[in-house]
């Protein structure tokens, strides 16, 4: 398995191709066979085990696994082999033991469409400073309207669409790591054209009836950082992801939320100039919360306020001498 040292903006590139793939369906063989293969990868990643013939099965079915050091950070990124492109999606996974919360998988399924989405996506996922939490990061290697068969966009159907198909491998991958991790967060990223009448973001969970605490307590926190977020169906009519098929699947998994943010290109275009917005953004979007959007409280680290010498215990350093 290649094994390779990354920046986070390398391992930004490494992940998001330039160009997209163009689009040919995986069978449901092999949408079944790489979602085992993701509810392998994040399962081991938990557990503290290695990838065993993790990388066989991969090759098996037109992908590579890649393991990934970014600073003190490591990934293990399923891709697809570059001869074998063909829209299937791309999965990293954050090695590290399981945490005591929720787990929040991050998607940004539309990169191609949604401008910024993706650039957005990896900026966040590979930040020194998101959490052991943030476990997996899934993206789209196809254009949402990069199927043979599709309506001109912005058209209803387009069969390289992975939000509105059921028959996709990241349909099977989130199903795997949300049924890996039991109480997972799923965090979507899209983008909508700016018009006056619409805010700067739309948050929703994708059900027609209520938002939930958790699109509440986000949208809340995110107001004062990027100015006006409306919640779907309480704020707006718009954009509420009534039809996005992970939105549907997560809905019937009781330890499961789906988190839908659509953003305005300006939004998009300010986060990408600020990294100080971004990193105000990504605090809050992908902060460690249990399901009902409640922040968990880390108690302070025991040995950081402990200054060096200063404890009596076994394997105290000596105080330095003055
Ligand atoms: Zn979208």
Redesign the pocket.
């Known amino acids: 398995m290649p094994s390779r040292e990354l920046t986070p903006a390398q391992a930004r590139d490494a992940l998001l191709p330039e160009t997209p793939a163009s689009f040919a369906p995986s069978t449901v063989d092999e949408q079944q066979q790489l979602g085992a293969l993701v509810d392998t990868l994040v399962t081991n990643a938990r557990t503290d085990r290695e990838l065993e013939d993790a990388p066989a099965r991969a090759r098996a079915l037109g992908f590579h696994v890649e393991a990934w050091q970014v600073g003190d950070q490591r990934f293990w990124a399923l891709l697809e082999a570059p001869e074998a492109r063909r829209g299937a999606g791309a999965y990293v996974v954050r090695v590290g033991p399981a945490t005591t919360g929720a787990e929040i998988v991050l998607q940004a399924?539309?990169t191609f469409?949604?401008l910024g989405t993706g650039d957005i996506a990896a900026r966040l996922f590979f930040s020194s400073s998101a959490g052991a939490h943030v476990r997996a990061l899934f993206v789209n290697t196809a254009h949402r309207y990069g199927g043979p068969r599709q309506a001109p966009p912005p058209g209803e159907h387009s069969d390289s669409d992975l939000?509105h198909i059921t028959d996709h491998v990241f349909q099977d991958a989130t199903r795997a790591a949300a049924e890996a991790v039991g109480a997972t967060i799923v965090v979507q990223l899209?983008?909508f054209s700016d018009a006056p009448e619409l805010p700067e973001a739309i948050l929703s969970s994708g059900q027609r009836e209520a938002s939930s605490p958790l699109v509440h307590a986000l949208s809340r926190e995110l107001e004062p950082v990027l100015g006006k977020v409306r919640r779907y169906p309480e704020d707006i009519a718009k954009l509420g992801a009534t039809t996005n098929t992970q939105g549907k699947l997560l809905a019937g998994y009781p330890d499961a939320r789906f988190v839908h943010i659509e953003l305005s290109a300006g939004t998009r275009d300010r986060l990408r100039d600020s990294d100080e917005l971004m990193a105000d953004f990504g605090e809050i979007a992908l902060a460690d919360r249990d399901l009902d959007g409640e922040r968990i409280e880390h108690a302070p680290d025991a040995d950081a306020d402990v200054p060096r010498g200063a404890g009596a215990g076994e394997g105290a350093a000596p105080a330095p001498e003055r």
């Open positions: 399924p539309h469409y949604d939000c899209h983008g």
